[in-house]
């Protein structure tokens, strides 16, 4: 068909060029960094390399887009999770407003801990205590109401360090990253101990994650009609503990495909890492190592929140890509 | 730059003409039906005009890519259900191929039944009964080895009447209508009381969705580490049943947004329908209703399987399409 519309060789050299042209305003420059905030060392090139071997055709390590699945932990690994999770400041706010509905808090733990400010006393007891606090400030209302008052607060509380909306709290090189990966064919999903509804009222936004690629830990919830309305009631029990071997049956049963890269930052992230990087073919296990105090937090081993007395370990022992905040990351958080 | 790009007058038409033939040639001819087996009538208008309504820019319908998620049930809606679910025929031929194993089933209901070949009997004591078959027939290996073994039974097995495998038996007016809706931006998912792992070892091949948007009931799972290698056993407990209220709360749990289309087949589909024509702006609800014996099969008031005792009546009274499968459709299943 080409030959018969273009008579003449000149015709036919500017359609070439044409279409040569239509090609390249279309495709981001080769040229262009699509990690500036990384910079330049092993754990650039081990991204980057990944991603070359998976998306060239006709090789053997070659991955059809569809099966490009890459699981993100979320607090620590994509924004800051210290001193406390956002999820839990968020938490804490929701019981000092809900307790003149609930006086029997004064005398109760861990609501009377929180509510004299003794986040500590608080959470001495444990997980358990922190489940009981979500359960009961994450219930009583349905899921639309509840996603438009995490939506609010995360928007317009701001933390204490950065002086900054919490939504906003988000890495940088991660972003990058994120970006980088869809552009090569990449679905991008996370997979967080937080809670999935509370992660949605901020991830399309911040991250560009849809909310059918949020996958986290969640509470009971109650279909029911209000006279002709139906609604869904969010109830205070939890039903998905989305962490450490949850993790990995949460990617079956909600993906139902082994993830080819996998990100996370703590031991909660271990099973994901370890389910991913046993996959055949060519396959990325990164771990991000908080190690700069100065522009961050620097924890690790016997940390409370994002502990990693294991898969630091794990990570060194099985070659996994092991990122230095300080020496990998030339910025922290987005401009504002 | 286009103009010093083109010197000539010619070569600027030449180019012009280039661009307009490219664009033609990777947008799909307007004036194609897309929907050949559906005839022309009220279900198939309502369609249209539903997905004229919510991709035309700039009106007040308009639905934004991200947000057109439409959601269908599997069994009787886009493959057939009778005269037993598909899954049960595998369950029972798991049962025949495992019953060696298994000494104690001769005399323990209701397998003994399904060794007779005796099904009525076996279902006799409901969904109970079914449940336990399931979770007995679909447990006790790695999710991995389930799935080869369903895949191999999907592809190979025929059914008695259509004498075609059971992964062919899909309806070809809803596999045109699911590529109508993906052409119009809409992320289409599956929503079925189905299980999800056996749903996924041929929806991608049958009909385009991938394994993360096909959600099901399911059984536990458990991660363990066998020497070095990670792995998932199905373990023989039911966890997730997706029917009814529950196929809202799945979708509220795993797609986290309202669907504005929905297409189900039975009463197991109202409260799904009911929760996506709830909501705010154009919604369709859509029931398909099996009332061809000669080519299908009739059936809905009183039946066991795919049974519309109340949906159908609440389909008229709240104007949903209800899809004639005799009169509407001018095929069933696909040309082999």
Chains 1, 2 share one sequence.
Not at 18 to 33: G, V
Request: aromatic letters at 10%; hydrophobic letters at 45%.
């Amino acid at each position: 068909m080409a030959r018969s519309l273009f008579r003449s060789t000149s015709a036919r050299a500017v359609a070439a060029f044409t279409i040569a042209w239509l090609i390249a305003a279309t495709t981001p420059a080769a040229a262009q960094d699509p990690l500036p905030s990384w910079n330049n060392g092993a754990s650039k090139q081990a991204i980057t390399a990944f991603v070359g071997r998976v998306t060239r055709a006709g090789t053997p390590d070659f991955v059809p887009v569809a099966q490009r699945i890459a699981t993100f932990d979320n607090d620590g690994t994509l924004w800051v999770e210290q001193p406390l999770y956002t999820q839990f400041e968020f938490a804490i706010d929701r019981v000092k407003l809900q307790a003149a509905a609930h006086p029997e808090w004064k005398n109760t733990e861990p609501f009377a801990s929180l509510l004299d400010g003794n986040v500590g006393q608080a959470l001495a007891s444990g997980e358990e205590s922190l489940l009981q606090v979500l359960a009961a400030t994450h219930s009583g209302m349905t899921t639309e109401a509840y996603e438009r008052i995490a939506r609010e607060w995360l928007k317009t509380k701001r933390d204490a360090r950065f002086k900054r909306p919490y939504s906003t709290l988000v890495y940088q090189p991660m972003l990058e990253l994120l970006n980088y990966l869809r552009a090569n064919g990449f679905k991008t999903f996370i997979v967080s101990g937080g809670g999935v509804e509370f992660m949605r009222a901020y991830a399309e936004e911040a991250y560009g994650i849809p909310p059918e690629q949020v996958i986290g830990s969640s509470g009971r919830l109650k279909y029911q009609l209000r006279g002709d309305v139906p609604e869904l009631l969010k109830l205070p029990a939890v039903d998905v503990v989305n962490d450490k071997e949850g993790k990995v049956v949460s990617i079956q049963k909600v993906i139902g495909r082994r993830p080819i890269a996998a990100f996370g930052n703590s031991d909660g992230d271990l099973q994901m890492l370890e389910w991913t990087a046993a996959g055949k073919g060519a396959r990325l296990a990164l771990l991000v190592h908080h190690d700069d105090e100065t522009r961050e937090w620097a924890y690790d081993r016997g940390s409370k929140i994002g502990g990693l007395d294991k898969a630091l370990d794990v990570a060194t022992a099985k070659k996994w890509v092991v990122v230095s905040m300080k020496n990998d990351w030339n910025a922290i958080l987005p401009k504002q």
